[in-house]
């Protein structure tokens, strides 16, 4: 699977759309880009995921470069319940995907009143 | 639903004690795993499986036994437990065929700490 970068802290106002990016410069053409979140110590959530179209879902959008090296989630209004680490993974989908499902360090998001 | 559910979610033990963390889903999910958090690691993952009678290793097996005899459990066991395997343990599962989403669903962990 490939490997994701990521900036280990970023800092956001409340309110303010908060736009987390991600790099994957090895991605293979079919991996998914997935994104989860960790609130304080409890288990991660997931959020979004998509392969090479801009998804939007309740809690977040994923916009996808086009050459796939890269993405951002866009949390668009982000409150202080959004304070929690991010995690950006790459995967293939099917049963072969979980087998190599691993989550670095993420991004710490933290939001400012 | 349940979903995940993870005891106990707090355990303290001795060097060279055994202990099993439990981990049992309810959505009938062929997937499950289990990881470890310490800080500034990530989660790193211990032991996987995609069924019944069906197991496999992950990044950082040692240590660690698992076992898969029903779908909806999936026991972690420490046999003989180090001081290096204090941590907080999360048990994951989710969907292979069908319908896959590929999400992953988390427990709400375990810590334990050995002494």
């Known amino acids: 699977d490939a490997k994701t970068t990521q900036p280990p802290s970023m800092d956001c106002a409340e309110g303010r759309a908060a736009n987390l990016p991600c790099n994957h410069s090895?991605?293979?053409?079919?991996?998914?880009v997935y994104w989860y979140r960790q609130i304080h110590s409890q288990g991660p959530q997931y959020i979004i995921h998509?392969?090479?179209n801009n998804e939007t879902n309740e809690m977040a959008s994923l916009i996808i470069t086009e050459d796939r090296k890269s993405s951002t989630l866009i949390l668009p209004h982000a409150t202080l319940r959004d304070t929690a680490v991010y995690y950006c993974i790459v995967r293939v989908e099917g049963p072969g995907g979980y087998q190599k499902v691993t989550f670095g360090i993420g991004t710490k998001l933290q939001v400012i009143p | 639903n349940a979903g995940v559910t993870q005891t106990p979610k707090f355990q303290v033990l001795k060097t060279g004690q055994s202990m099993t963390l439990q981990c049992a889903q309810d959505m009938n999910h062929e997937y499950m795993s289990w990881y470890r958090q310490d800080p500034g690691m990530g989660l790193r993952l211990i032991h996987y499986s995609v069924g019944a009678g069906i197991t496999d290793q992950g990044e950082v097996p040692n240590g660690y036994n698992v076992s898969r005899s029903t779908t909806e459990d999936f026991p972690l066991r420490l046999l003989s437990a180090a001081p290096s395997q204090t941590s907080v343990y999360f048990c994951a599962s989710g969907p292979v065929a069908g319908r896959n989403t590929g999400e992953l669903f988390f427990g709400e962990g375990s810590r334990l700490t050995v002494l």
């Open positions: 998509g392969l090479k």
């Open positions: 090895t991605i293979s053409g079919n991996e998914y």
